[in-house]
Each structure stands twice: as C-alpha cells, then as structure tokens.
C-alpha cells in the first residue's frame, strides 16, 4: 500500500477545470511533486516545490497544498493532458525514502 | 540539457540478477539523487532506492535485500542489481536525478528521467 493516496480517476469536460488530489502524513514536512505519465512514454515532471512548473509546461498546470493534501489542478484541460497523475514525496518514516501515489487516471471528455 | 541513458538486459530468468546502468550526459552528477524507479504492467510508479555522488544510498525496504545501487562517478553513470528476481520483478524500470533541498516543507522531485527499460522475467 502507499503512504500518498489518489483518487483512481477522475474526469473532465474538455476546456473544463479539474483538481486531482494527493493525501499523506508526509505532505505537512515535503512539497508533492506531480508527475504527467502517457501510454508507453516515461514520466514528465509537471509540478515540483510550492508550485513551480518545469520549461515547457503549460501554465493550465498549477499546484497547491494544504495540511496532508496536495492538489494538481488542470484549468481549461485538454485532449492532451488525457494521462495517467502521480504524486510524490519522501515518506513519512523519516527514513528518507521516496514514495509515489496509486496514480490518477484522466479522461477528458 | 541533462539526458539520462539507460541500458542494461531485457530478459532474465528466475533466480538471475537484474543488471541495469543509467548514464549522465550534458549535466553536473555532484548534488543529486540518482533514482531508479519501476512500473510493472498496468500497475502504478514504485520507487527502488537512490544515490548521490559520495555513495550514499537510500532503498525501498521492500527490495532491501535484494537490491544495490551504486556510482560511478569517473564515468557519471550509477547501475542498479536486483538479486534473486521472479515474474514479479517484470517491469519497466526508470533511471531519474531526484532533487532534496529546501528547508520544511522540503522539496523532492524527480526532473529528468531515462526512457525506461522493459525487463522481463520467464522461466
């Protein structure tokens, strides 16, 4: 089981604003960072630190926290940002390990 | 612009070890945590363990056992050897540099990830 939990999936109108949220004790000590995965393709890093996104990221990407949840929210989403969402952090053992949520499955509709 | 090469066998049989090697190209190895990552098929991301420049190494305690990531700094490469694989242990796995800094609430992220390497496990 992971210590970040994601909802399975979640949907969006096209053009529509979409939240896909991420739990865990950890957040209150680590910023999440958010992770953009199409079929066959690596992982892309879309959200790091307080919300900062990477060149090349659309600003429709943004981020937010608060307490144990952090948030990815997608305004005026499109066909493309149809993808699999995941968070990270380190965990919360204090042991420095790294820990990714179940995951988040986009449609657009 | 830093771009991760990864290589390393595809097809292992139970019993064998895992052999992977990611390189670094284009970008400074010292102040990073270099991370292996993996997604079996269909299932979600599942991070293995990491390691910076001086060799300081961090593992998932589920692998812990089984795995050893370890660097090379004179070729600015770090591999990765999981021991005693089954069927489980089929994944795609991933090469990435992981960032840890700041002061609490800290940032962690992964910025530049290899392609992935499909690693099958068959008798």
């Known amino acids: 089981s992971s210590e970040l939990t994601q909802d399975p999936a979640v949907s969006v109108a096209l053009g529509q604003t979409v939240r896909i949220t991420c739990q865990g004790d950890s957040l209150r000590s680590y910023y999440a960072s958010w992770y953009q995965q199409k079929p066959g393709q690596a992982p892309v890093l879309v959200i790091y630190?307080?919300?900062n996104r990477p060149s090349g990221i659309p600003d429709r990407f943004s981020g937010s926290s608060s307490g144990n949840t952090a948030s990815l929210t997608i305004t005026g989403a499109q066909a493309e940002d149809e993808a699999d969402y995941y968070c990270n952090s380190r965990d919360s053992s204090g042991n420095h390990l790294g820990v990714f949520g179940g995951g988040t499955k986009l449609t657009v509709l | 612009q830093v771009q991760l090469q990864q290589w390393g066998a595809g097809l292992l049989k139970p019993s064998e070890t895992l052999s992977l090697t990611c390189a670094v190209y284009g970008g400074s190895f010292s102040g990073y945590y270099w991370s292996w990552i993996r997604q079996p098929p269909g299932k979600g991301l599942e991070w293995i363990g990491e390691i910076n420049h001086s060799g300081s190494t961090n593992y998932n305690p589920s692998l812990k056992s089984r795995v050893t990531i370890s660097v090379d700094t004179s070729k600015n490469q770090f591999s990765l050897k999981l021991s005693s694989v089954t069927a489980a242990d089929t994944a795609v796995y991933y090469c990435a540099r992981g960032h840890n800094y700041g002061i609490s609430p800290y940032y962690y992220y992964m910025d530049v990830w290899g392609k992935g390497t499909t690693v099958t496990v068959s008798s």
């Open positions: 630190g307080k919300n």
